[in-house]
């Protein structure tokens, strides 16, 4: 069964440094990968999407990389801040980018 | 513009009560989407519009009916609610093309 996993539930790192979430995926052949943003309860927030013919996008701070023969993607945030600190989801669609799943997200807190 | 509108933000059903949660967008979107989130279980697709009067099911449809007679407006429906439908529910919205998706504040929904 197609399965989306993201490293890990839960992510400290010290302000100024580079966070970096990782978002696998098996039994899956996405066309479109996006990470989302959400804070203790609201709704997702839309970051970035990447097509699986790019191998990286880049927006301010944020990096995304997305690596089809791994099944991988990687976010960075850089120099990153304690308003950083949040939930990150990563989601994967195929080639209509309709039928959109989502992994169980990491959980971002940046230390002054 | 007020995006992606849900309503109620609150509510509390009996076993086997019915219900219908809303939803509405004003960007004149295409694409629309119910998820529900559990703890530890993500975000999980139930149904999914690709415009008005096309619908189709995602991973946990079960339980839940869903119709699209026009552009902006997006129910879901509770027939027979059970306790095993306790969530918070997210609809989402897109527009055609290479783009994420917007979320709406969602509905937290008790069932007793």
């Known amino acids: 069964s197609q399965k989306i996993e993201q490293n890990s539930e839960a992510l400290n790192i010290q302000e100024g440094k580079t966070a970096t979430l990782t978002c696998n995926y098996t039994?899956?052949?996405?066309?479109?990968l996006q990470w989302y943003r959400q804070d203790p309860g609201r709704g997702p927030v839309f970051l970035l999407l990447?097509?699986?013919?790019?191998k990286e996008k880049r927006k301010e701070r944020l990096k995304v990389t997305f690596d089809t023969t791994l099944k991988q993607s990687l976010f960075h945030i850089t120099a990153s801040q304690p308003a950083d600190s949040a939930t990150y989801l990563c989601?994967?669609?195929?080639?209509?980018?309709?039928?959109?799943?989502f992994g169980a997200g990491t959980r971002l807190t940046v230390k002054p | 513009n007020a995006g992606v509108t849900q309503t109620p933000k609150f509510q509390v059903l009996k076993t086997g009560q019915s219900m219908t949660l809303q939803c509405a967008q004003d960007?004149?979107?295409?694409?629309m989407s119910w998820y529900r989130q559990d703890p530890g279980m993500g975000l999980r697709l139930i149904h999914y519009?690709?415009?008005?009067?096309?619908?189709d099911q995602g991973e946990v449809p079960n339980g839940y009916n869903v119709s699209r007679s026009t552009t902006e407006d997006f129910p879901l429906r509770l027939l027979s609610a059970a306790p095993s439908q306790t969530s918070v529910y997210f609809c989402?919205?897109?527009?055609?093309?290479?783009?994420?998706?917007?979320f709406g504040s969602g509905t937290r929904l008790t069932v007793v």
């Open positions: 960007m004149n979107h295409e694409y």
């Open positions: 989402a919205s897109r527009r055609q093309g290479n783009y994420g998706y917007t």
């Open positions: 990447i097509r699986e013919n790019e």
């Open positions: 989601a994967l669609a195929k080639g209509n980018n309709n039928d959109m799943r």
């Open positions: 519009s690709v415009g008005a009067g096309i619908t």
């Open positions: 039994n899956y052949s996405p066309a479109y």
